[in-house]
């Protein structure tokens, strides 16, 4: 190929002055090198991960939509004690989206055979028209499967690929995973059924567990329930679990677990210890759906560890040979254990929408929004 294409691009710039601007700017891609492909995006979601590099920390009450139906603009103001640690994006107009899926339009010499050839991408800047690519950032597609279907292949499958991988590396039994009613924790779900895995749900209502129960998920305990705790520890003594996975950050809910897993393991202790039980106790914060500070009273003896998780980092430590392994499963099981439930499909421009923005700024369980460039 040696034309160049041009598309609209989705861009977030957070200004000096604290403001956030959304606007959809014209991207002009140069042919693809030898080992590069042009795809033509057909479907992008938005994930929890892309809302800190898409709304950063505004205030969505002070949203004002603006420029013209084409080209639409979206303005929100920025807390001023927030600016500090944006330091290093103030000014700049960044592309969004982690991951999406479309049609090949233009391939590199090296690579031709992906030719009209429909692929699942990971790489950033997804909230586009048309996006070139390394070849080796994209999979292809099973026969059959539409870019809605390969949208989610990566982020949430190989997040939930890496839950277990990091219970087999680590030594653990069982898991627990919270806001486990989501893609996400669906995914999970089918995985540890499969394998054979103990997994702990904890969900903050009685749909969300019945989502659950409808896939097969056993340990289900509701956040909301009176008896919460008492169940929650039942079921990670039944199971053994002493590794867990936390989506909401915030609050004392990892606290709460850690509670639970010393409980359960002090049901079977033989002898009392002022330095708590001997058995080793991890949470791990991946998600951030509750942004106000995560409450611990350490009181759960010593044996303990709560740290961050982060994908790519974890991809990184596992090497190539594990990172094509898990990409293989996702991709042979990509229409039924990694199958991603949509709320609704959007365009670019509703991207924009005051009222869309607050839809799924949410970050609802059960309500995952798909982006088509091409409506």
Sequence with gaps: ???????LELRSTISSDAKLTLSLEPVTLS???PDELIVRVEAAPINPSDLFLLLGPADLSTLQAGGTAERPTLTADVPQGRLAGLKTRLDQSMAVGNEGAGTVVAAGENVAELLGKRV???GGAM?????KIAARDCIPLPDGAS???GASMFVNPLTALAFVETLKIEGHKALVHTAAASNLGQMLNRICIADGIPLVNIVRSEAQAAILREIGAKYIVDSTAEDFREKLTDAIAETGATL???AIGGGKLANTILHAMEAAANRTATEYSRYGSSTFKQVYIYGAL???PTELDRGYGFAWGVSGFLLTPFLIKLGMEGNLRLRARVAAELTTTFASNYTATISLADVLKPDVVAAYAKKATGEKYLIDPAR
Excluded: S
């Excluded at 909230?127 to 996006?131: A, D, E, K, V």
């Design 147 to 149: 870019a809605a279907d």
């Design 290 to 292: 509750d942004l106000g």
């Design 31 to 33: 042919p693809p090198g």
């Design 127 to 131: 909230f586009t028209q048309y996006r």
């Design 120 to 122: 699942g991408m990971i």
């Design 244 to 246: 867990a996975f936390d």
């Design 1 to 7: 190929m040696t034309d160049t294409v041009t598309g």
